[in-house]
């Protein structure tokens, strides 16, 4: 049933992080902070494990593009959120955490360019109507958490 689900969805709106702006981390020795925007996703149209990344990064004032790759690796089940907003049901025929690794590159040539590699974990739900969907449901919670690149 994973690889059906894998095989059969598109993650594109979970890897492009719905309402999430923005990705922030840390890099180097002096944990400097990292933005990351995933701007453009693409689905591989022969392997449809892996999808096609563009995006930017910025540290300090320094602006990157990059491009890359995402490999979806596998998911996990979760329990299915129940919620309601405005008396209406916001059901999910499945609830999950989409697991992958990562590889982005930004070009050569920039005096402070580089490469990010690593695993990615995604919160994602897909609605009655088969859509995949960042699952943000409980964003404004003190215990979200989505779209984690590690």
Do not use: W
Request: include cysteine.
């Amino acid at each position: 049933m994973l690889n059906v689900i894998l095989k059969n969805h598109d993650f594109k709106p979970l890897i492009k992080g719905g309402e999430i702006s923005y990705v922030f981390g840390v890099i180097g020795n002096e944990y400097k902070r990292i933005r990351i925007k995933i701007l453009d996703v693409v689905k591989d149209s022969l392997n449809p494990y892996v999808y096609h990344i563009k995006g930017a990064s910025k540290v300090g004032s320094n602006l990157e593009r990059f491009e890359g790759v995402i490999r979806l690796d596998g998911i996990k089940q979760l329990k299915p959120t129940v919620v309601e907003i405005d008396d209406q049901s916001m059901p999910s025929i499945y609830e999950g955490v989409l697991s992958a690794s990562y590889e982005f590159y930004e070009p050569k040539n920039n005096k402070h360019s580089g490469f990010f590699s690593g695993t990615y974990h995604g919160k994602f739900r897909i609605t009655a109507e088969n859509e995949v969907l960042c699952n943000d449901l409980d964003l404004f919670s003190d215990r979200y958490i989505n779209n984690m690149f590690v």
